[in-house]
């Protein structure tokens, strides 16, 4: 019972005044972009699931630029929610720092393809 005290609920960002970042807020805590996020998260998985050892070079190009598009699409949800709710909230949300790691990962692996 002395369980339930300690509960607090979860704040809420207020909503932001600017134009720009209330209609990324918008976008950043809408049920449907979310849903959309686990359709692509799921696409992604179904995309490296289909590698495979000594595949053709144009199938390997094709998933390749298949699973670059999914990463931009991360590094844009990142980019997406700290717009819209700044930094220290954005940071508040252990999904967000997944997500935040992803795409940081996702950027160091763009950056290297360029180099090869």
Do not use: G
Not at 73 to 87: D, G, S
Request: charged residues 20%; contains cysteine; aromatic residues 16%.
């Amino acid at each position: 019972m002395l369980q339930v005290f300690k509960l607090k609920p979860n704040d809420r960002p207020t909503i932001p005044r600017n134009k720009i970042r209330r209609f990324c807020y918008q976008v950043a805590i809408n049920q449907r972009f979310d849903t959309f996020m686990m359709v692509v998260v799921v696409f992604n998985l179904s995309i490296l699931s289909c590698a495979y050892y000594d595949m053709p070079e144009d199938e390997h190009r094709i998933l390749e630029n298949l699973n670059t598009a999914c990463s931009s699409i991360y590094i844009l949800e990142a980019l997406l929610k700290i717009l819209a709710l700044f930094w220290p909230t954005y940071w508040m949300d252990d999904w967000n720092k997944f997500d935040f790691c992803l795409a940081t990962l996702c950027v160091i692996e763009f950056a290297l393809s360029f180099l090869r």
